[in-house]
């Protein structure tokens, strides 16, 4: 008789959960990496701005044109803000998905860990009936010697 492990579809289902969990995470990192790439654009325009307003400044600029540099600074100011509280969120939302990644490689380790317990027991059990078997077959054979 072979091994057949009670509960194989509850693990199966339990490490394609684990799957799913991978590739959230996987998912949750990119879109981090993503906002964390286009935040350090943002800064990197917001600096290159800025220096290009020192340099006009230098030269002499109009009230006009103060106005709509101060106008250009708010946007990026915001647009900083804005990507900022995105990573925040995406941090989040990895931080979530790593949790559920972890619950989900419990699970599949506790069952796992239950199908080695019970493969263990089987061997036994396959063992503990081979012996009674050949004990029983040396004891009708010296039984028969004896006859």
Partial sequence: MAFQFRYQKVLEIRITEEDE??????SKLADMERIKQELAKI????????QKIL????????????????RYKKWYRDEIAKFEMMFEAATQAV?????????????????EKLKENAYNEYKFNEEK????MIEEAVSFMSSKKRN
Avoid at 57 to 64: H, I, R, T, Y
Avoid at 129 to 132: F, P, S, V, W
């Fill in 21 to 26: 969990a991978k590739k959230n995470l996987a």
């Fill in 43 to 50: 800064k990197q325009a917001k600096l290159a701005f800025e």
């Fill in 55 to 70: 340099a006009e400044m230098a030269a002499g600029v109009d009230a006009k044109r103060v106005a709509s540099y101060n």
């Fill in 95 to 111: 931080k979530q998905a790593r949790q559920q990644l972890i619950l989900a490689t419990q699970e599949v380790k506790k069952i």
């Fill in 129 to 132: 009936a081979l012996n009674e």
